[in-house]
């Protein structure tokens, strides 16, 4: 069993940036594989970042170059800097885990309950 709490999510201005955390506890972290998703109102939940075998990081092409996934072993805690955020990043942003590399980035078995992210204009 994983368990994830997000935090850091906020109002912010177009242009801005965000880090957001994942806390992470439950004996199965360390062998987990970890990826962030969101959603945003009226649209399916999407994927946006996850590590892959070997510490590789893959990213969707909406975020690639301008959102960064970071993971500190030492804490539990996996991150997602986000910079030069847009209105369309506006979504509510879960943690995700799962102990196969292939499937946390298509239907992960552990979720966040979800930290909400608003870039404004």
């Known amino acids: 069993q994983v368990q994830l709490v997000e935090s850091g999510g906020g109002l912010v201005q177009a242009g801005g940036s965000l880090r957001l955390s994942c806390a992470a506890s439950g004996r199965t972290f360390l062998r987990s594989f970890m990826a962030w998703f969101r959603q945003a109102p009226g649209k399916e939940r999407e994927f946006v970042a996850a590590f892959s075998r070997r510490d590789a990081i893959y990213y969707s092409d909406s975020v690639k170059g301008r959102f960064t996934m970071s993971r500190d072993n030492a804490n539990n805690t996996v991150y997602l800097q986000m910079t030069s955020l847009k209105p369309e990043d506006t979504a509510l942003y879960y943690c995700?885990?799962?102990?196969?590399?292939?499937?946390?980035?298509?239907?992960?078995?552990?979720w966040g309950q979800g930290t909400q992210v608003t870039v404004s204009s």
């Open positions: 995700a885990a799962d102990p196969d590399w292939r499937r946390v980035r298509i239907k992960p078995t552990y």
